[in-house]
């Protein structure tokens, strides 16, 4: 995916169309860091501008909107992301909100996820797109097939459930989260299992169907050890798939945004 996004960006330079992804980042969550150097480190291979916006923890919630916006004015940025969660005391969903639709990397603006709703084209949200290549690239049949997504954040599994349900990818999808209560009798059902609620060790061998997929969305770190939620040695002897934690989802989330940015920016380069 990121050889693709590198020819096209390369292909808009060629038209004197450059590219650019911009970040914004709050705070000194060390997590998040990572996030961001990574997505960073990514663009810059992918032969993007990239432009790096730090925030100290303590900036109002005026100044983090007055960043997105002076971002939104920049001719150099076609794609831009606020790294959530935010710190305590700002409201990271005004931040997504202030962000330009048009210019929206991560898929997660209201407008956006409205489309996604109605099935019309725009950046969809980056880690379930992500999901969605790694089964399409794996010849995943998911036509037809039972899915169960664990979690329903408006980050990943809620637009997860969505997009698998949708005409032409047709899966049967169920939601799982914290209040349902035999989660295994629902998994033990599925096809597919993408798990992303941040729960280490949530998904045991007895919740899988043996050559059921799984996806582990996941994102822990426990004893200073990034895991996922899924228990992998014990899954991966049931399952017929099963993704790794770190690798697996992060990486094709990083590689989602980029592809929206690039989209972006050939929306824009079409327009001049
Ligand atoms: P979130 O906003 O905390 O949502 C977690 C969801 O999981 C909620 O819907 C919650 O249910 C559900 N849940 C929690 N405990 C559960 C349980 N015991 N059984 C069933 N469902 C349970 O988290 P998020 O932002 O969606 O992220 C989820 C995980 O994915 C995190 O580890 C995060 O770090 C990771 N992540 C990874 C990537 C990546 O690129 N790899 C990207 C984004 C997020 P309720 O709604 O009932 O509370």
Redesign the pocket.
Known sequence: MRAEVAERVAALKTRGKTVGLATVLVGDDP?SHV?VRNKHRAADKAGMISIDVNLPADVSQEEVIAAVQSLNADDRVDGMIVQ??LPDGLDGNAAVEAVLPSKDADGLHPYNLGLLILDRPGPRP??PS?VLRILEHYGVAISGKRAVV?????????PMAIMLGTKGIDATVVQ?????PD?AAVTLEADIVI?????PG?LRPEHVKPGAVVI?????RVDGKLV??VDFAGVSRVAGGITP?PG???????ASLLVNTVEAAERTAALE
Not at 150 to 158: C, D, K, N, P, Q
């Open positions: 997590a996030y959530l969660p980056a880690t992500g664990i979690g329903r954040s408006f980050l990943v599994g809620r799982a989260h914290s209040r349902t989660l798990v992303a609620a941040g729960r949530l582990d969305v996941g994102t822990n996922g939620d934690v697996g989802v992060g990486p094709m989330t990083i």
